[in-house]
């Protein structure tokens, strides 16, 4: 009977703990003018790590029109992100407005002790970058960012081949990011407004799409900064991007090693691929989740299906809900702040480089 009594207690113990750690962690949504939103709503019904409890956009006319096409509730919907919180209770806030948001819904969220997952690139500006850094250092709160070829299997096996020694040290990494350019491929009129509008995006295609190639490059490096940065951009099709660049090139030095960033509004079709080149080999990626590799003394490339993500680093909800529930710490990975300080160094310094015309040495970023 005594045992039957403690296995009874025992069980209500572990069950609520059980429930609660099988609760979907609580999301809200901040703007609604980047178009990557639909994305994460098309998704949204087929996943059960986050439930979607507010989103906060000011434009009433783009609020009605995502409600009616992925029909949402109603009563989802707020004007201010303060409103929101009230109401809702979030704990966690996915960020969907003009990067040049990002430092604002940042630093109101902190307030509120709301980690955020902002969508690529982190902010604008080095200066702003910093500015996030203190606030979530101040207010504890995780800072994320999300690109869509974190999740690319391809990338994890690249990374891995330098990392098991099997192509060597890296030498030379180029990156190829881009599309045919955001008019051309129909983005959502709010979407182009501020992707061209160089206060709100930090450039054209150097911003947009060099950031990916930024990222996956620090993380190969583990963190390293570049010696120097160099950069060149242009407009093509001055008649549709009269404001910002839509294709530039990125060279980034270290002490033993370059990449070069290609980011384009001009490829003839989308495509995200890295060439990896290693004192003894090569990884090249082809779409998720192909790789090329050829070794040392081979005389040909082989052709490999790299092995699948495994959660909780398969997507970015699983991993965002790993993080908020303490099962995974983001230092040095791709979506991590720390990772993404050194992007922001990069393309600060590109940005410059490409208006000056000069190469832009990187001093050490404050601690």
Not at 256 to 263: D, E, I, S, T, Y
Not at 284 to 306: C, F, M, S, W
Request: glycine share 6%; with cysteine; hydrophobic share 40%.
């Amino acid at each position: 009977m005594i045992l039957r009594k403690l296995a009874v207690a025992a069980l209500a113990v572990f069950l609520p703990a059980l429930s609660h750690a099988q609760q979907p962690l609580r999301v809200a949504i901040v703007g609604l003018e980047h178009g990557h939103v639909g994305g994460f709503l098309n998704q949204f019904p087929r996943q059960h790590e986050v439930q979607l409890v507010g989103i906060v956009d000011a434009d009433a006319a783009l609020s009605a029109r995502y409600e009616k096409q992925y029909h949402l509730d109603h009563s989802l919907f707020y004007s201010s992100l303060d409103a929101m919180v009230a109401a809702r209770h979030p704990q966690a806030l996915l960020v969907y407005t003009s990067i040049g948001e990002h430092r604002r819904v940042i630093e109101a969220a902190a307030q509120h002790g709301l980690s955020v997952m902002v969508e690529k690139p982190l902010t604008l500006s080095l200066p702003d970058a910093l500015a996030i850094r203190q606030a979530a250092r101040a207010h504890h709160i995780q800072v994320l960012v999300n690109y869509e070829t974190t999740w690319y299997a391809s990338n994890r096996a690249a990374y891995d081949q330098l990392e098991s020694g099997k192509i060597g040290d890296a030498r030379k990494v180029v990156v190829h990011d881009g599309h045919q350019g955001p008019k051309e491929i129909g983005v959502q009129p709010e979407f182009l407004k501020w992707l061209t509008d160089p206060a709100l995006n930090g450039a054209g295609a150097l911003y947009d799409f060099g950031c990916y190639g930024a990222d996956l490059m620090t993380w190969l490096m583990h963190g390293q900064a570049p010696i120097s940065v160099t950069a060149v951009a242009q407009s093509d099709k001055p008649e549709t991007y009269s404001r910002v660049d839509d294709d530039a090139t990125i060279i980034l030095q270290y002490p033993h090693a370059q990449a070069v960033l290609m980011p384009s509004w001009n490829w003839p079709f989308a495509r995200k691929d890295m060439e990896v080149y290693g004192a003894t080999g090569y990884a090249i990626t082809v779409g998720p989740d192909q790789l090329r590799l050829r070794y040392k003394n081979e005389d040909a490339e082989h052709e490999i299906t790299a092995p699948p993500l495994t959660p909780p680093n398969d997507g970015s909800l699983h991993y965002l809900s790993a993080v908020m529930n303490g099962s995974l710490v983001p230092k040095g990975d791709l979506t991590s702040l720390d990772t993404n300080m050194v992007v922001m160094q990069i393309l600060d310094a590109a940005r410059e480089s490409a208006r000056t015309g000069r190469t832009i040495k990187l001093k050490p970023l404050p601690q």
